[in-house]
């Protein structure tokens, strides 16, 4: 070896070197220190270890001081993820002073602070620890739980904890704590220990050194240490000696090392947890024979750990302060006092598992010292027990537990001991580092000896253990790990930097700028106050070896010698370059086998000859892996054949073909040569080459299981699949062949069709190589594959490309694949672009190409609130001109949708204008003469009284049209607008108030409005809001006489779901307020936002306020009666749909409830008994006759009772005795007053059997049909019955006037007046006015359920039907004898027929309607009261419900929330809750549903139309049909759909199955309804081209064949915006002036691009390009190699394939994915130039390879064409008959037939083969 050890070492250069400098240090500088934190959080810290109040003083004086050096240290690691994974920057934790500063930063982003913490007493340690969040204290259970990531500070008396989550924990230290050090368990303690330190006990009984606190809220426990004695069972005690301390602490493995200052000598030990016998063998030293004593002591460390949590200071032992602590612990009051940290209670304390320590939590540490001690010495003993000390006595009854150990160090090894060993040889620095070959060594570096000493170790077989070996002594100053490469660096004596891996010397490190003796590896600066600095120098060092990490040791590096003298460089070194260039190593590199395959030739040298190299080389075929080399090159093959599907490694191919082909020789693998010949003809020659291994030596060769004589060709595979022929398994290395493996199970999922190719983990495709030994394959084993049928096509594309996007693969790796493997990938693709489904997650709609659904997926993965998609519709409404008008509360609609919805006409501007109230009104008085100046004051104060009845009534319309359209910033109030009642009189536009006094205006007239103004503006917030607690507290208005209007705030939250943020706190403290109109928002609020729930919390809430819900023995509460209904209304909603009993029972009784004696239930009592019905048809919901376990309460029946009168039942139940005294106001007797319970009774008989179709409760509803019944019903009462009858019989209800008319009994449709008539009949026998009235309200209460059973449909038919009923209203009320039926009467059926009309056109915005309410809106005065009004604009808000996006649902829940917000009978005037409690005119808001779904171009993004597709499913009524909608447009009722299907020609068209489920659609309307679309190529929007005429496909389609020539690029930009293709078309496609030959190429490229762009699949492009270059190549015969032809072959293959032709046939409109006539020319062309060749002389050579004789050089390229191209089987396959054997064409197709040769290629090969030199060409 000597002849090596010359001038020849290598060098692995870096940069000049610099200081580092931590990035803390700097930071420190600008840090607020805590001088000028005047206010400190925190308390002091002598409040932390004092009880005495005066220690607080000089505590706080200690912060402060005057100047001090500061002292630093820092620690830097690898970063650590919040999950715990190994992420790409680093961290520092930097220490000074008082401050400790986490800092974070990477390559490509300096170092940034992370987080500061600043403490109140110097920082003597800072460190990283992850803790276990764990109950579960075995060993077993660590890896399983949740860790703590946390940072602790370490201060003389107290250890602070801050975890990454943000908790902090203080635990104060019982000793002064020498060092900390993190484990894998929690933190290690090492306590420092003074020489003047006393033990308490006998002299053999130290206290331990080390501790352990595996959690912040845990005890800190003593350490048990496991020694191995050299005979009998190992010795288990606490660590004890003072004279071993820890040098270093790794967590995995998890070791300890130690350094004994007695014996001078290092040990290792294991850290783990303790076992359960270890434990008792420390716990109960007594039963081990020992003294009674060994007890006290074991207790009395107990005792010192827990008393010192107490004032003393704790370096004097306990033991001196007897006294103090006794009177302490009587005066202590608190308990805190005794819990470990001060900031935590005793209860927080217990928050962890309950160890056994916490377990006798009332004795804190005090007493637990005062019983130990008794133990200890008489005289105290004695003292403890005299009759006086009684106080004491409470202490000593029980035994306290002593303190468990967590924590277990067991000896490992030791290192020997020599009698030279120097006094102090303690480890400066030690870490774990491993060599080359994963061998792990101990490294530590004892300075003093300038060594350093690596041990070797291992685990050992079953895991439990670790085995120590040798150790290895290296001469050094200092060493560093540097962990990416397995090696480290050691800084030597004489100031060389060297590489070792273990123990072996690799290399020397030059770093330019540095004289070598001056170099030491730690920083310049005084050597960190931390023992981890062995941790914090290493990383500098490794950034200065970044090149370092990409070094590769498996070349044979000459070990190193002496130096070569470094020179200081400025400039760098080329010089070494050279050096090594000339040096002998280069040349032995140069002259070695392994030069030509890895291209490691240098310019210089001039190449050799390939027969001159072959000769000076011989094989040692003794070397190790010599009977391998089969193995090995057949993995190098598989690696051949996986880079040829990547279209960039084509260089790396031709350097593995020469090195293959060279060891195919050798091996005598002639199939495999055949083969890279025609890949790389050029390359490879097929004969005259020389093989290098003796046939002796090929017998020893170890050809593994997997070896195949035929070559595995990926190409080959493919094609084969493609022709439908059988192929064997696919050899697949894991790992390494991943694409080769995507490649076989995609071409197996989509060509061959078998789905569980992707599913398997072993599939039948692949064969995978592994070490273990396989099943020994029979060779030639072949799967016959065929197409299956079994699925539908486009499933399995889809299938393909979520399975794809699944294994990683995207659009990149897509574009480096062989254009004709990635072809069927392509088409999978290409099928997935036009039929996606609406539920592809992101990925997979990025690889297909669609932005617009990969934006959808990834909108509904964000929260609700956040996403992009209220920019994309929130309106950018102009400030300046919004603050000079009023706020009308309508200022934050979205007008760029409505524009798109209603854009022919200006009605949103016509609807605001109707509903606002800001503004005062205009009264038009003119003042006749004899009208004196007063008194036309006057008359205009009653008009503006009569307007004002409007004005009041429009918010409620308001809050409908605004509904949830707004989201208010947390940051400011609600804008509520005014509610104005004033009013201007032209011409002079004076003012006019109704608080002049002219006039008498009713009281209170305004609560409600103001009420219903608060709601309408509360209602604008959206659910997706964020809002919270403190927001909602916010709003609450200053001013007492805005407290209505902050009621309705409170409702209208609860209807959008916000009020179940609100703090049970406030609700507690608006309730307590007593406020009416707070308590009613309120209750109704909570109890909507909590709807269905059964919440018991509310339902108490809401039980304070019901007399019946509250024990019969409970004191009376005054409860107001509009609350008192709000409460029932509220137990309604959340017991809905229940059938809950004695919520059922109690609403029952209350329908009917008698007046009281005193005057209470006596006002009013129609609403209450109102609710109590409501309430009790929500509890009962649809239940119909399936009420269960109500049977015995008969409700149907006493229902029917309440409805049609009779005798008062028997008050069963607990609230007996209320109803004992009749009422002395109300005489009834014992009759129900049919005229309070009838309403209830109805309605809740209506919501019990909705839709349930029962015929015999439905007859009980039928209007009487006889003059005499008739007279004793109220005509009013008919309405209600008419519509509950029609409830309960749904399906029955037609959409014809036909079937209104059928609801009138025979007699009234007899007899009944046309209002028209002029005189009335008489007849003596028929009341008219009973029998008029009768009709009307029975004609309303149909029309009414039309309403119902066509919410939100838009029904052609019912709006035709109820629009005509509306007309003839409006006729009778101006026909003469209108007063027949009565104004008033009239006017209601009216109101309710427009109801009926709105909730049918609910949020369409018909224009017809609109008409109807302007016309309404104009009249006042009359008959037109409050109430009218309300009911014309609740019409007019319901017609745009949520500007045009809300629509209302005929769910069961929503026609129940309608009957109680359209209940028909409307209040006379605005303080008026008689017959029906006004906020119910709210729960509308149950019913509406967001239905608008707006197109959203993905690429402008902003709202645009476009045709929608909408199936409805089959029905009893009409068939399966689709209808074409034009979106933006409210959507039919959900679960009416079978899907709905975006249009194309113009977007690409989008399919929402909702067969599937509704939850995808739900979710985008909920999120505004917001559906991306994404522009097809080369079309305008609707907006721009309504009639779709400006199309450019319009236009250049018309004749296309003679325009495609004539297309011009320029026009290229209107179908596509890729950057890519413009300036494809830029430089490809233009014309230049004197074209010549290119012009026809020219033509080409712009009728491809024309082609791509047209049919959207510019991913083509390249793929006809690279075909057409090829074919050119081919032609001028310039193919070098076959890959492209190879490619060609696939395309022509895969479009001729069986799946692709079904494909065709199952899809015959599906838009051509290549061009159908640009294949057959390709394939044509290529024919061609073969048989040309063929015919000049090609025959010959073909005839020669065939039989195997040697060929002319200049023909191989074109011979490895024709043979790939005609699938030309290898000479060996051959018959063996010879080939001239045959006679006849026939008998070679029988032959040929196992061959699986095309029948073209055959007819081209048959002259040759039959003898026949003159080839057959077709």
């Known amino acids: ?97 008082n401050m400790v500063i986490w800092s974070k930063g990477s390559k490509s982003q300096a170092l ?12 003597q340690q800072a460190l990283w620890c992850d803790f276990i969040i764990s109950q579960d204290k075995s060993e077993k259970a660590y890896s399983s739980h949740e860790i703590e990531k946390c940072i602790c500070i370490l201060q003389s008396s107290c250890i602070n904890m801050h975890s990454i989550e943000g908790k902090d924990y203080i635990a104060s230290l019982p000793f002064q704590v020498a060092n900390v050090w993190p484990t894998k368990y929690g933190l290690l303690f090492e306590r420092s220990t003074s020489s003047h330190e006393v033990p308490p006990g006998s002299p053999r009984e130290p206290l331990p050194t080390m501790f352990s606190m595996l959690h912040p809220l845990d005890e800190i426990t003593p350490l048990v240490c496991k020694s191995g004695s050299l005979f009998g069972s190992p010795r288990v005690q606490y660590v004890v000696d003072h004279a071993m301390k820890i040098v270093f602490l790794n967590t995995d493995p998890s070791i300890v090392m130690t350094y004994d200052a007695v014996q001078n000598v290092h040990s290792v030990w294991t850290l783990r947890r303790v076992r359960s016998e270890e434990e008792n063998v420390v716990l109960k030293f007594s039963e081990q024979g020992g003294t009674p004593q060994n007890v006290a002591t074991s207790s009395s460390l107990t005792a010192h750990l827990r008393s010192l949590s107490k004032g003393d200071s704790p370096v004097t032992s306990p033991f001196q302060n007897y006294s103090s602590i006794h009177s302490q612990s009587r005066s202590t009051s608190s308990p805190s006092l005794h819990s470990r940290s001060p900031s935590i209670s005793n209860m927080a304390a217990l928050s962890r598992a309950h160890s056994p320590a916490l377990g006798v939590h009332s004795f804190s540490g005090v007493q637990r010292f005062n019983i130990s001690s008794h133990n200890q010495s008489p005289k105290r003993h004695s003292i403890s027990h005299s009759p006086n000390s009684n106080s004491n006595g409470s202490f000593l009854a029980p035994e306290t537990e002593p303190i468990v150990p967590e924590l277990c160090i067991d000896h490992l090894w030791t290192e020997t001991m020599t009698n030279i060993r120097e006094k102090n040889s303690q480890a400066s620095k030690v870490f774990i580092t491993s060599d080359l070959c994963g061998q792990k060594f101990l490294c530590f570096l004892v300075e003093s000896q300038l060594q350093l000493r690596c041990v070797k170790f291992q685990e050992s077989n079953d895991k439990t253990q670790l085995i120590f070996g040798s150790v290895t002594n290296i001469p050094a100053k200092d060493a560093a790990p540097v962990e990416k490469i397995d090696t480290m660096l050691v800084l030597e004596g004489s100031g060389n930097l060297v590489l070792y891996t273990g123990v072996v010397r690799v290399g020397k490190v030059f770093i330019p700028g540095l004289p070598a003796p001056s170099l030491t590896m730690s920083n310049t600066m005084p050597r960190p106050s931390t023992p981890l600095d062995g941790i914090s120098t290493p990383k500098p060092l490794s950034k200065l070896l970044g090149s370092l990490d990409e070094f590769d040791f498996e070349g044979s590096l000459s070990p190193v010698i002496a130096p070569k003298k470094a020179r200081p460089s400025e400039t760098g070194s080329d010089d070494d370059w050279e050096y090594l260039l000339n040096s002998d190593y280069h040349q032995n590199v140069e002259s070695h086998l392994l030069n030509r395959a890895l291209c490691l030739s240098s310019s210089e040298v001039s190449q050799m000859k390939d027969e001159d190299f072959s000769q000076n080389l011989s094989l040692d075929s003794s070397t190790l892996l010599f009977t391998h080399i089969p193995a090995i090159f057949f993995v190098l093959h598989l690696v051949y054949e996986e880079l040829k599907l990547n279209t960039l490694m084509g260089e790396g191919i031709c350097s593995l073909v020469e090195l293959l082909v060279q060891l195919a020789r050798d091996l005598k693998l002639g199939p495999y040569v055949d083969h890279y010949y025609r890949d790389y003809p050029t390359l490879v020659r097929t004969t005259g080459q020389v093989c290098m291994i003796d046939p002796g030596q090929t017998g020893f060769m170890h050809h593994p299981s997997f070896f195949t004589s035929e070559p595995p060709s990926i190409y080959q595979w493919v094609s084969s699949c493609l022709k439908g022929e059988g192929m064997p398994p696919y050899p697949y290395l894991p790992g390494i062949c991943e694409r080769s493996r995507l490649v076989v199970l995609s071409i197996a999922l989509y060509i061959l069709g078998d789905e569980s190719s992707v599913s398997d983990e072993s599939s039948q495709y692949l064969t995978k190589i592994t070490i273990a030994p396989q099943k020994l394959q ?81 909108e509904g993965n964000l929260p609700r609130g956040k996403s992009s998609v209220t920019q994309v519709l929130s309106s950018d409404v102009p400030s300046g001109t919004e603050t000079e008008e009023e706020d009308d509360g309508m200022n934050d609609m979205n007008h760029e949708v409505m524009s798109l919805i209603w854009s022919e006409d200006l009605r949103v501007q016509d609807v605001r204008r109707l509903l606002q109230s800001a503004h005062p009104v205009r ?88 009420f219903h103004n608060g709601v309408a503006a509360g209602l604008k917030i959206a659910p997706a809001s964020q809002i919270d607690s403190a927001w909602i507290v916010y709003n609450k208005p200053k001013h007492a006489e805005l407290a209505n209007e902050y009621a309705g705030f409170l409702m209208a939250l609860g209807l959008n779901g916000h009020l179940t943020k609100l703090a049970t706190l406030n609700i507690h403290d608006y309730l307590t307020k007593g406020h009416e109109m707070t308590s009613i928002g309120l209750l109704l609020g909570v109890s909507a936002a909590k709807l269905g729930t059964m919440d018991m919390s509310i339902t108490r809430l809401l039980s304070i306020h019901i007399p019946a819900l509250l024990p019969p023995t409970s004191t009376e509460l005054d409860v107001p009666h509009n609350v008192q209904v709000a409460a029932v209304v509220g137990i309604g909603l959340v017991y809905q749909g229940t059938a809950h009993r004695h919520t059922a029972e109690v609403l029952l009784a209350e329908i009917g409830r008698p007046p009281g004696p005193e005057m209470e239930y006596c006002t009013d009592r129609e609403s209450y008994s109102l609710a109590a019905g409501l309430a009790l048809g929500m509890v009962c919901l649809g239940h119909g006759s399936n009420l269960i376990g109500m049977s015995d309460l008969n409700v149907p029946e006493q229902l029917y009772q309440y409805m049609v009168g009779g005798h008062r039942r028997f008050q069963t139940g607990m609230h007996r005795e209320k109803h004992k005294s009749p009422s002395y106001q109300i005489k009834e007797g014992d009759t129900i007053n049919v005229d309070v319970t009838c309403p209830g009774a109805t309605l809740a008989l209506a919501m019990i059997y909705l839709k349930t179709n029962n015929r015999s409760i439905a007859d009980w509803l039928r209007a009487p049909d006889t003059m005499y019944l008739l007279d004793f019903v109220k005509p009013e009462f008919l309405l209600l019955r008419t519509l509950a009858r029609c409830l309960i019989l749904w399906d029955d209800i037609l959409p014809n006037s036909k079937w209104v008319d059928s609801n009138v009994p025979q007699i009234i449709r007899e007899n009944s007046i046309s209002l028209s008539e002029i005189e009335l009949p008489c007849s003596e026998d028929l009341n008219l006015e009973t029998l008029s009235q009768a009709h009307v309200y029975i004609i309303a209460g149909a029309c009414l359920s039309l309403g119902f059973r066509f919410a939100g449909s838009e029904n052609l038919s019912a709006f035709n039907c109820l629009h005509k009923f509306a007309k003839d209203f409006m006729t009778y009320l101006s026909a003469p004898n209108a007063s027949v039926t009565g104004p008033y009467n009239l006017e209601t059926c009216l109101s309710v027929v427009l109801l009926s009309l709105a909730m049918v056109m609910a949020g369409s915005g018909n224009l017809k309607v609109l008409q109807l309410c302007r016309f309404l809106h104009m009249k006042t005065g009359g008959e037109m009261n409050y109430g009218f009004h309300l009911a014309h604009h609740m019409a007019l808000g319901l017609l745009f419900l949520g500007g045009g996006r809300y629509s209302l649902s005929t769910s069961n829940s929503s026609i129940a929330a309608l009957l109680c917000a359209l209940y028909p009978h409307f209040p006379a005037h605005s303080t008026d809750n008689r017959y029906h409690l006004q906020a119910l005119r709210h729960l509308y808001v149950l019913a509406a549903e967001p239905r608008l779904l707006v197109p959203v171009d993905v690429d402008t993004n902003t709202p645009c139309y476009a045709l929608l597709e909408v199936t409805y499913k089959g029905t009893q009524w009409y068939e399966q049909t689709k209808e074409e909608l034009m979106a933006p447009t409210l959507l039919p009722e959900l679960h009416l759909l079978k899907q709905i299907k975006v249009k194309g020609p113009r977007y690409w068209e989008l399919l929402i199955d909702l067969s599937k489920g509704t939850q995808h659609l739900k979710s985008i309307l909920s999120k505004d309804g917001v559906l991306y679309v994404k522009l097809r190529a080369g079309q305008l929007s609707y907006k721009e081209d309504p009639m779709g005429w400006q199309s450019l496909l319009a236009q250049t389609v018309a004749n296309r064949n003679s325009e495609a020539r004539a297309f011009k690029p320029e026009t290229i930009s209107a179908f596509t915006s890729d950057p890519a293709l413009l300036s494809f078309a830029e430089y490809f496609c233009k014309p230049t002036v004197n074209m010549g030959q290119k012009q026809e190429i020219l033509d080409l490229f712009s009728s491809v691009l024309y082609e791509c762009v047209t049919q959207e699949t510019p991913e083509m492009l390249p793929a006809y390009i690279a075909m057409d270059q090829a074919i050119r190549r081919l032609g001028r015969r310039e193919m070098s190699e076959t890959s492209e032809l190879w490619q060609i072959k696939l395309v022509l293959e895969f479009f001729s394939s069986r799946s692709h032709q079904e494909r065709l046939q199952n899809h015959p409109k599906r838009g051509l994915f290549m061009n159908s006539e640009f294949l057959p020319v390709v394939k044509c062309t290529i024919d061609n130039t073969l048989d040309q060749w063929l015919q000049a002389g090609g025959d010959m050579c073909v005839h020669a390879y065939l039989s195997g004789q040697p060929l002319e050089e200049s023909q191989l390229s074109m011979l490895a064409c024709f043979l790939v191209y005609h699938s030309v089987p290898a000479p060996r396959h051959l018959p063996p008959l010879g080939l001239e054997g045959s006679t006849s064409f026939a008998e070679l197709l029988f032959k040929f037939k196992q061959l699986k040769m095309p029948v073209r290629a055959l007819l081209r090969l048959a002259p040759l083969l039959l003898g026949n030199p003159q080839p057959m060409v077709m």
Not at 786 to 801: C, G, I, M, P, Y
Not at 812 to 828: C, H, K, Y
Not at 967 to 978: A, D, G, Q, R, S
């Open 923 to 1010: 009264v038009n008085v003119v003042q006749y003469p004899e009208l004196s100046d007063h008194e036309f004051i006057e008359e205009k104060e009653n008009r503006l009284l009569q307007l004002c009845q409007r004005t009041m009534a429009l918010p409620v319309g308001r809050g409908m049209f605004t509904l949830f359209s707004y989201h208010p910033v947390p940051t400011e109030p609600l804008p509520i607008p005014k509610l104005n009642l004033t009013g201007r009189a032209p011409p002079r536009n004076t003012t006019v108030d109704l608080n002049s006094g002219n006039i008498d205006v009713p009281p209170n007239m305004t609560s409600w409005a103001s």
């Open 1 to 97: 070896m000597s002849n090596f050890y010359e001038e020849r070492t290598t060098m692995i250069a870096a940069r000049d070197l610099q200081e580092f400098v931590p990035f803390g240090r700097d930071h420190c500088k600008h840090h607020p220190n805590a001088l000028n934190l005047q206010l400190r959080q925190l308390q002091p810290a002598s409040e932390l270890w004092s009880s005495d109040g005066a220690a607080g003083l000089v505590g706080s004086l200690q912060e402060v001081t005057i100047h001090e050096k500061q002292k630093e240290s820092w620690q830097l690691r690898k970063g650590v993820s919040e999950i715990g994974e190994d992420v790409d920057y680093d961290e520092e934790l930097y220490v000074a002073g």
């Open 778 to 858: 029979v060779e030639q084993e072949e799967n016959r594959f065929s197409f299956r049928h079994s699925t539908s096509v486009s499933s399995l594309a889809e299938k393909l490309v979520v399975w794809m996007t699944n294994v990683g693969f995207t659009l990149r790796d897509l574009e480096t694949l062989p254009f004709g493997v990635a072809l069927p990938i392509r088409d999978a693709i290409y099928h997935c672009r036009e039929q996606p489904a609406s539920d592809w997650p992101e990925a997979v709609c990025l690889l297909i190409g669609r932005q617009d659904l990969s934006k959808q997926a990834c």
């Open 112 to 123: 940034a602070v992370y987080k500061a913490f600043t403490v109140d007493s110097p920082v």
